[in-house]
Every structure is written in structure tokens, then in C-alpha cells.
């Protein structure tokens, strides 16, 4: 078969790539190495639930465009994300609230607590926050960031506070009104029946292949025949493409020449329980140092279940190595530098296309994926 784009990777920003380009007349064949599409908002019934195998994914946008966009693929329900965070025997709310703040310092009212926040931040004389330990302490003084941030990032990032960067907690709104809504944004839901349906639609129609490694496949590769490029999948099928979108990690696809990006995987221990309700929220965050996981997700209260039992993960965060699924891109100074060397290859590069959280090796929500990919099929002509 002869294809306008072959597209590595069937994750959110390839099949948005697939789907528009799709409407344009154009021709797309789709492969991941996975066995299955979706990339890491796959999810995956069990008992009725909804799992997110690959972490927990609440669709977030202040967007309307692209709020509309999503909702074409599956209807949404009204879930706010509103996590708990557990510190040792304490329990707060998230993000950082006046719920939070009452319940660290004992107090009723906004002034209370920015009163507080203010003599801890006084001393501190930090003027332009140099890393994420910087940001935190001058945007909510030492106790919450003791108790709330530092053992959770460090857990997260396996680095030091002060080795990271102040945008990874600007993420986090800090408020003086109790309101525990997670986000700032809008639009918020989780797809009704899991989100792996909303890259099924987007690929009907399009020829995609699951269990296909591009890096085995393209030793095969040849210019002879009639698109620009010419192969064979694993599977047999001899495919020809004109172009390449590729959405794995940059580094890979040019072999690691220039060095290795670093990446922080995750790693998760699911279990059903045979009881209804676990821990009576979505996500309770374990922000001391001393609890090997980050957090824990009940799956059914993404979508309010009320099945019989309930299924729980218990995420684990690791460095990435080979072998392992990538999920976050390290954005400190060293990788950001050496992402600037592939990414003056990829530039040159004439009929590759790099895309999503790995292409791009930036820490993407899922709203921006799907931007990205938009503004991706602009620059196609
Ligand atoms: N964070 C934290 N304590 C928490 C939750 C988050 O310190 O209980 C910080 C942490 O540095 C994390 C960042 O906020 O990396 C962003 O968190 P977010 O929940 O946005 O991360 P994601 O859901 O993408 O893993």
C-alpha cells in the first residue's frame, strides 16, 4: 500500500495527526509497538471499570476549541479532579487552598494564612526562584512545602528539588478561597467508557498496526519503488510512504548520537479489592519520603462506579531505561540543551515530522498534545 505519511506511535497526537489529515484526502498508515493503540491514554475495562494502565488522565482545557474538539470523540462526564494528599497521619486537600492551609495552621480566613505564608517566605530572600525548591518556598513558605512538596517531587523526579525546574510545580494552582478544584481550567472531564475509544474514532478508517517497531522495520527501508520510502512490517505488508511522522523519543530515533535525553518512567501495582470503595477519592498523593509510591488511583471514581469491588494502582516512579515505557521528558538545562542539538537535526530533516511529549520532549497535558498536533497539520501543506 502507498501512504501520504507513515506515523509512528498511535497515541493522542498521532491519531490527531492521522484524523485530520485523514479529512484533508490524504493517506496515513499508522504502527505502534505497543499491542495496542492509544499510547498512554489507553484504558482498559476490568470488572466494569475503567483502568488508566497507564496512569490517571483527567482531560483538562480552558480552551473551548479544543474542549469541542475531544467532545466529538466521546461524551464526557462532570468529574473535577480534587486529589488528597496524605502526609505521615495528616490528610490535606489539593492543590494548595484555604482547606489546606486550615487544616496545616488551624485557621478560618485568607488573611490568616497569608499572614503565615508571608513571614515564612520574609526570610527567605529569594527574588527570582532559581529551581523548584526556590519556586515552592517563595510561593508557599516552609511548611507546605516540607510536608507537601518535597519527599512527593523528589519521589517523583528522584532528584533533588533544587535540581528542577520552577515550571514543574507553576503546574499547581495556590489559592485563598476553599475550592479543591485541581485545575484552573474551564473544561474538565474523563471520557464516559475510557479514552481509548476517542483514538478508536479517530482512527476508523485508518490503516493502523499494532505490535510494529519502526526502529526494527526501518533497516528495510529502501528508496526504490513508489513513494519516497519503501518497507516491510513485521506482519508482512509492504508499505511505501512519502513522509514520516514520528512521535517516539527524539533521542532514539537518531540513536542516541548526540547522547541520551533523560526520561522518568512509572510503574504500577494494580490489585481488585472486594469491597466497594478503598479510599473514597480518585487519587490520594503520599507526599512523605518514607512511602515508596507516589500515589494510589481508585479507577471508579473517575466515572462515580459503583461497581462491587475496586481496582487500585500504586504508582512507583523510576528513572527511565531501555525496556521500560518513557512518560515524562526531565526538562532541566542539561536536557533542554541537548533536546535543542536533536531538535536542529530534526529541522533538517525534510520529510520527518517530530511529534507529542516524547517528539518534542516536553511535558505536554493532553489538551496541548492535541494543539500541537493541530497546528502540526497547518504546517503540512
Ligand atoms: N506536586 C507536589 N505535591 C503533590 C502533587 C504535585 O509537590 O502532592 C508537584 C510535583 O513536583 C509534581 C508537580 O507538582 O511534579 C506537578 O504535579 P501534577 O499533578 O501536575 O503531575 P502529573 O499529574 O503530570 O504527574
Redesign the pocket.
Known sequence: MKYDYLIVGAGLFGAVFAYEMKQKGRTCCVIDRRDHIAGNIYTKKQSGIDVHVY??H?FHTSKKEIWDYVNRFAEFNNFINM?V?SYKDELYN??FNMNTFSRMWNIKTPREAQDIIASQIADLNITEPKN?EEQ?LSLVGRDVYEK??????EK??GRK?TE?PAF??K??PLRFTYNNN?FNDRYQGIPMGGYTQIVEKMLEGIDTYTGEDYLDIRDRITTEGEGNYNTTLKNGTAISYDKLLFTGQIDEYYDAKLGNLEYRSVRFETEELPMENYQGSAIV?Y?EAEVPY??CIEHKHFDFGTQPTTVISREYSSEWKPGVEPY?PVNNEKNNSLYEEYKKLADAEENVIFGGRLGHYK?Y?MDKVIEAALECVKEER
Open positions: 496512569g490517571p483527567i486529589p494528599a489539593l492543590p523548584l515552592a507537601l512538596i518535597k519527599g512527593y517531587t517523583q523526579w528539588c528542577l514543574i510545580i503546574r499547581l485541581y498523593n507526599t507516589t500515589r515524562y511535558y497535558d
